[in-house]
Structures are given as C-alpha cells and as structure tokens.
C-alpha cells in the first residue's frame, strides 16, 4: 500500500476529534490530491495508537470535551506530532483539535487543560456559546495567499486569544470565530487552526489546496467542482456580512 | 376537600376555561399547547395527575417505539398518547389537553419525549417509567454534545426517586444515566452506531469493547439484560423465545419494538397480548409508506443523523435503483449538516443519487467526494430527471425531519400525523 512517493495524510483520532463532521476534510485533502495525479496514503489513527512523525499533513477536528482533554494528553504523551512539526509537517486542526494544538484550553467542566503548546494560543470560555454560520475574510499579513471568503459553521465556547508568535487567518464579517478582536483561526508556519466546520476543507477548497501546495511544495493545477462552487455560492449569498 | 386540592381545582377551572377559548379560536395544535402552558405553567403535571405515564426518549427511534407501545398497550385498554411527533412540552400538553378519542380519566398515558424536555417534563411526573433507546449526535447546535445529554438525564434521574426505567444496556450513555434509577429493566437490542461512546461516560477512559459487550477499567460495565434481541427474536426474562414478525422493516425497528414490548411488560400487558398489536403497526408518521409524489409511487424514509443512516443502507432498494435524498437544515433538522460526512455515502457507488432540499449542495458535495453519481435538483417531483423517470420501479425518497414532513404532505400520506 504505502509507497516513498505517496502524500501521508493523517487524520489524529477521528474517534474522538471526529463529532463535527470534520472527518470530511480527510476526504477532501484525499480527493483533491488524487484528481491532481498524487498518490495519497490516508491514515486514521485510533485513540492512543503512536502517532508516526513522518507523515506530511496531520489533521484534527472538534470534539465533546472529555474527548478533548483524553486527545491532549495522549498527544502530549506521545509526542509524535511535535516531531512531525519539528520536519514542518502541516497540521490542520479545527475546534477542539485548534484549541488543544494551543497552550492551554478550557476542558471537562471548564478546568483549564494544557494543549500541546505547537500553535501560540490561548483559549478560556467564552460567556455565550458561539453557534452558526462563520464568514470571514482571509488576512493577507498572516504569510497564507487566500483571495476567497472563509465558510463555515462554528459551535462552540472557546475564546481564543493569539500570542506574538501566531498570526490570525481572518477576519471575522458574520459569526464570532475566536471571540477575540474580531479574528477567525491562527497560522503558524505551517500549523492552521480554525473554528470552520462544514466540513471547512469541504466548503473552502482554496485552502485545502493552499495545504496541498504546502505539502508538494508548489502549487497545484487548479480544479473546478462544479457542485463545490454551488456550495459556495449558496452559502455566500446566504449568509450576510455583520458589518 | 382539601385547601391543596381546591387550589388545584380551581386552577384546573381557569385553565379549562383557557383551553376552550384556546380551541374556539381554532388556533393550531402546538400553539393551543403554548397558550395553556403560559396560562398554567405546571399544566403538565396537572393533565398526567391520576395517571401512569411512559416517557420514550432517544435520539433515534422515539417515535416509533412510542407509537408501538401505544399499540401494545391498546391492546389491553385505552390508552392517550401523542401520535403527532410534537415531542416538546407544548405539544405534548395540547397531546393530552386534546385527545383524539376520549378515554378514561385513569387511562394510563403513553409519549414521546424529546431528550433534551426529558428532564423538565419528569419534574411534573416524579413516579414515570421512562423508556430510553439511544443517544448519538443529532441537532447539535440544539440539543448540544451526547455526553451533556446524559449528564442532565442522570442528575434529574437522581433527584426523583419514584421513577422506574426500561433500558437499553448497549449504550454506555444511557446505562450510565440509567444507573441512577432503582428500579431498571435492561433490555439489550444492539448499538450499531458506537462513534458517540467512544469513552466512558463515568470516568473518561476509553470503553473496552467485545462485541455488544463494553466494559471500563474504572468499573463501570454494561448492565446484564433481562430481555435480549438477536436477529428478529426477542428472549424474555422468563427464557421464553418470540419472533418479532413485525410489519415495520429493518434491525433498527426490532429494537424499537423489543423496547416497547419490555416496556409494556413493565406496564402490565403481557407479551402475547403486546406482540401481535404491535406487529400490526405498518406505517408510523409516515416513515415506510408509499406516496404518490409527481406521478409514481415512492417510499418515503426519515434519515436524519449518521446514527440513523447507520441502518438506513439495508433498507434501501438494492442498486441500480436510484434514490431521492431531501436535506433541510431547519430547526427541527439541526442547523449544520456537517453530519452528512459522517455517513458513508460511498456505500451508494452504482446508483444516481438525485440530491434535494434546502441543502442540497451539501449533499452533491459530499457525494461528489464520495465518487456518488448524483444530481441537484431543487424540486424533482416536478422535474425528474430523466434516468430516473424512465424507470417504472419504486423509488425510495429519504429526507431529514422537515424534508420528510414535507414530501409526505405533499403525497398526500400519513393520517396519524397531525
Ligand atoms: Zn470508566
């Protein structure tokens, strides 16, 4: 199966990182690799099992807060990520999987929780759980090149504050996002955090292809969904902007 | 007369006085609920005063193992229950303000419960039997994370001594709010979707699984079962076998079914009188029943969340044949369909898909990742496209909550549906 050329894409415990539907964006990245000829390796690791340090991108998605504290320390324990980011591998986490790439989170009745400490973030609770659509416009400063409106659906109570090292991915025009001066998500080098479910890579495919080209180290030729682009415009024209 | 119960006559008059303005204006069903509740805010309490009340409560399933327990319970007497799905506090107090037959005033009652009403609604019932299937991911913009659920059922389970339970000891999250009540009966009728409890609701810890069986380092273990459910036959607590011979189809029924029927059992009505009643029932809400939507025949299905979909691919006619799939995201569907990637919809490789509803560029989305041969038609009663028009088979259409209401408002079906 597993070939030296092969794209490894690894989904990190998408039995507990995996209530959202953000199971999608392993799909996605999978499927937008191979209609561009790339052979892909896609991985699902369970609850526990090592994580392999050698992989190219690592994804993680939202999930309850049990499930969020168990996913932290066992990423904590492990270590196999922080090496893998240490190579600049990508990671791509969502939610919960954002928050805990961070310092510290609030997890199971709201007791603050170490993150894996490889995104400069912090997150506390939030007064009001932030529930809906997100639209936000990508930050040309944060060293990401996105020209398209960021898409997706948020639920959740984290506020989510960025330290000097991190730099927002947007800006917030409908919803909360982090809660925090009106910005959506953190990148650092190649870590991208968001609070974009949809699945985000599912209704942003300018930035699953922007972590592709990470990946391949150059850009990819480009490919037209029709049924993606309806998404879109659908949920552009549904949603509208709060300024 | 006691000053207590004179008090409560005298509410009782006001508010029968709110209920008959309430029906003179021939406002609708659920709002009548509405009205009489802000005029009476413990009218529930007070309608069920008398009475045995059943609770049924699940993600999936709710309706239709409250529609077979009525039946079973019928069978021995009547019965008031809500037959509507209005499974919130109004509709359940319009369900009982306004019953469809006049029965007894000591007619025990029999409802559907929505999970998240569960708690507020037992706090007017202190003494129910509460009949609890299943919890997985659904709404979660409303009804909010699995285990946040089973927490406020097993805090307000812990607080009413009185109630007694049937329960499915497959989910670790309903065993563990179940565990509270002193009295339970254990039913086993499988989980199929297991991606909800992954870890032990109790300690945290990832749940041992062998099986059906699930365990946890902590202690804490699947329940022993006194009814057991393993392919369409049902073995009681007295070792007794008997086949289910229901009418309604797929594993996901059988459950639904042995459900009720150890509810039923805890309720009074013995097996043999509860088996062939609910072995009548065909059609409940609708789900199952053939309609007649832009000319053919077809079947409508409720596939609302990836628990449910979960059985939902046995059920379908086999491939080639293709199938309609509605997706709304209204409030009653939840907000986010996210939840369609949770569904393994390559499973539907072969066969056109023909995506509709509100969201169904979602669904052509996921289906176009999934390698789905699909098209996104906004009303394909109107036009069909023509792969699937040719064909004279029947055609199973599934939809979410309000997808599905519709479609079978618009074939003209289901008459126990208000
Ligand atoms: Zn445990």
Not at chain 2, 229 to 245: C, E, F, I, K, N
Request: aromatic share 4%; net charge neutral.
């Amino acid at each position: 199966m597993s070939s030296e050329s092969a794209i490894r894409l690894v989904s990190i415990y998408p039995m507990l990182l995996g209530t959202y539907g953000d199971g999608g964006n392993l799909r996605v990245l999978t499927a937008r690799a191979r209609l561009r000829g790339f052979e892909v390796e896609p991985i699902e690791l369970d609850a526990g099992e090592p994580v392999p340090a050698d992989a190219d991108l690592y994804l993680l998605g939202g999930g309850e807060d049990d499930a969020q504290v168990a996913a932290a320390r066992a990423l904590r324990r492990d270590g196999g990520l922080a090496r893998a980011v240490a190579h600049d591998a990508v990671v791509f986490g969502v939610c919960a999987g954002y928050q805990l790439l961070g310092k510290e989170f609030p997890g199971s009745d709201g007791v603050l929780e170490p993150g894996v400490e490889l995104l400069d973030v912090t997150t506390t609770r939030l007064p009001k759980r932030a529930v809906g659509e997100l639209l936000a416009e990508p930050v040309s400063s944060s060293g990401v090149e996105l020209t398209q409106p960021l898409t997706g659906y948020e639920n959740h109570a984290g506020g989510t504050t960025l330290g000097a090292g991190a730099h927002p991915l947007a800006r917030v025009r409908a919803g909360v996002g982090n809660g925090i001066d009106r910005l959506e998500g953190a990148v650092q080098g190649r870590i991208v955090g968001t609070y974009l479910h949809g699945p985000g890579l599912a209704r942003n495919p300018e930035l699953a292809d922007l972590l592709l080209s990470w990946v391949v180290g150059s850009a990819l030729p480009s490919l037209e969904l029709p049924a993606v682009e309806a998404l879109r415009a659908e949920r552009l024209a549904t949603v509208r902007p709060e300024e | 007369m006691s000053g207590l119960r004179l008090r409560a006559a005298t509410g009782l008059g006001r508010f029968a006085g709110v209920m008959s303005r309430t029906l003179r204006r021939g406002d609708g069903f659920v709002i009548g609920g509405r009205v009489v509740l802000a005029a009476c805010p413990d009218a529930f309490g007070r309608l069920c005063a008398g009475r045995r009340v059943a609770f049924v409560s699940a993600t999936n399933g709710k309706t239709t193992t409250t529609k077979l327990l009525a039946a079973a319970m019928r069978a021995a007497g009547p019965v008031l229950t809500n037959n509507s799905g209005a499974n919130m506090p109004a509709g359940l107090v319009a369900a009982l303000a306004m019953p469809t037959q006049r029965v007894p005033d000591d007619a025990p009652v029999v409802l559907e419960a929505d999970e998240t009403y569960l708690p507020g609604l037992l706090r007017g019932t202190p003494d129910a039997l509460v009949v609890l299937g299943n919890l997985s991911r659904d709404q979660l913009d409303r009804v909010g994370e699995v285990a946040m659920v089973a927490r406020r059922w097993r805090s307000t389970f812990a607080e009413l001594p009185g109630l007694a339970a049937v329960a499915n000891a497959d989910d670790p999250h309903v065993a563990w709010a179940a565990a509270v009540i002193s009295e339970v009966t254990w039913v086993s009728v499988g989980n199929t979707w297991t991606a909800d409890s992954v870890l032990c609701p109790s300690c945290g810890s990832i749940l041992r699984r062998d099986g059906a069986d699930w365990s946890c380092e902590c202690g804490f273990r699947r329940p022993n079962p006194s009814w057991v459910l393993t392919d369409g036959v049902v073995v009681d607590p007295s070792g007794a076998r008997h086949g289910l011979g229901l009418r309604l189809p797929g594993r996901a029924n059988q459950a639904n079914a042995v459900m009720a029927l150890a509810a039923a059992h805890a309720l009074g009505v013995p097996v043999e009188t509860a088996l062939p009643a609910m072995a009548s029932v065909g059609s409940v809400g609708g789900r199952y029943q053939t309609v007649t939507l832009g000319g053919r025949r077809v079947r409508l299905l409720l596939g609302k969340n990836p628990a449910g979909w979960a059985e939902m691919f046995g059920m379908l006619a086999p491939p080639p044949a293709p199938v309609v799939i509605a997706i709304n995201a209204r409030a009653a569907d939840g907000k986010d369909p996210s939840w369609l990637w949770d569904v393994p919809f390559e499973k539907l490789a072969g066969r056109l898909v023909v995506a509709t509803g509100e969201r169904r560029h979602d669904l052509a989305v996921r289906l176009t990742y999934a390698g789905v041969d699909q098209v996104t038609v906004e009303d394909p009663w109107t036009t069909m496209p023509a792969a699937v028009a040719a064909s004279d088979q029947p055609l199973d259409a599934v939809g979410t909550y309000t997808a599905f209401r519709e479609m079978l408002r618009k074939g003209g079906g289901a008459r126990d549906v208000e």
